[in-house]
T-cell receptor, first 112, second 112 residues
Framework: GEDVEQSLFLSVREGDSSVINCTYT??????LYWYKQEPGAGLQLLTYIFSNMDMKQDQRLTVLLNKKDKHLSLRIADTQTGDSAIYFC????????????FGKGTTLSVSS | AAGVIQSPRHLIKEKRETATLKCYPI?????VYWYQQGPGQDPQFLISFYEKMQSDKGSIPDRFSAQQFSDYHSELNMSSLELGDSALYFC???????????FGPGTRLTVL
């Protein structure tokens, strides 16, 4: 079945870059997403990438996709304390209407 | 911008009771999704609807049912509640032609 894996924790200093990694197993994954969840809050869609793209940049966020290795990464430039949260990688095979399959989430801790 | 609305935000029930969770999607979104997130867990997909018809089904227990109404809002009905049903329940919405799911703030259900 489909599986999405992430490392559980990442600790960085304020101002450094953070790189959160994700691997997935489903070759037919069409869309790959990054969501952010702060304690007790909902899931905020940060960005997504189509499987036919290698990279997507949005302000401080850069998503890199290696389809051959089924590896996705999220780079946060100039990490701030407000970036401390759980980051979930998610994938779906099809367009709208089908379920998101989430990884376990990576807890990012930013120290000042 | 308008977001997904969920009610109630918090709910406390006894074992074997029933609960109804409501979701109001973003205006002009026609697809709704329900996810369950246990403590320290990733969100697990339950069920989704498009134009009042079930679109996709995940790990939804037989004790739960859901529907989407003509105004696109959705309700998740949960019966014979068990302690293990205590979780955050998220609703998400999307436009059918799009691939972005936007999440509501969640309903925290506690079963005593």
């Amino acid at each position: 079945g489909e599986d999405v894996e992430q490392s559980l924790f990442l600790s960085v200093r304020e101002g450094d870059s953070s790189v959160i990694n994700c691997t997935y197993t489903d070759s037919s994954s069409t869309y790959l997403y990054w969501y952010k969840q702060e304690p007790g809050a909902g899931l905020q869609l940060l960005t997504y990438i189509f499987s036919n793209m290698d990279m997507k940049q949005d302000q401080r966020l850069t998503v890199l996709l290696n389809k051959k290795d089924k590896h996705l990464s999220l780079r946060i430039a100039d990490t701030q304390t407000g970036d401390s949260a759980i980051y979930f990688c998610a994938e779906t095979e099809h367009q709208a209407g089908t379920a998101l399959i989430f990884g376990k989430g990576t807890t990012l801790s930013v120290s000042s | 911008a308008a977001g997904v609305i969920q009610s109630p935000r918090h709910l406390i029930k006894e074992k074997r009771e029933t609960a109804t969770l409501k979701c109001y999607p973003i205006p002009r979104h026609d697809t709704v999704y329900w996810y369950q997130q246990g403590p320290g867990q990733d969100p697990q997909f339950l069920i989704s609807f498009y134009e009042k018809m079930q679109s996709d089904k995940g790990s939804i227990p037989d004790r739960f049912s859901a529907q989407q109404f003509s105004d696109y809002h959705s309700e998740l009905n949960m019966s014979s509640l068990e302690l293990g049903d205590s979780a955050l329940y998220f609703c998400a919405s999307s436009a059918r032609r799009d691939n972005e799911q936007f999440f509501g703030p969640g309903t925290r259900l506690t079963v005593l």
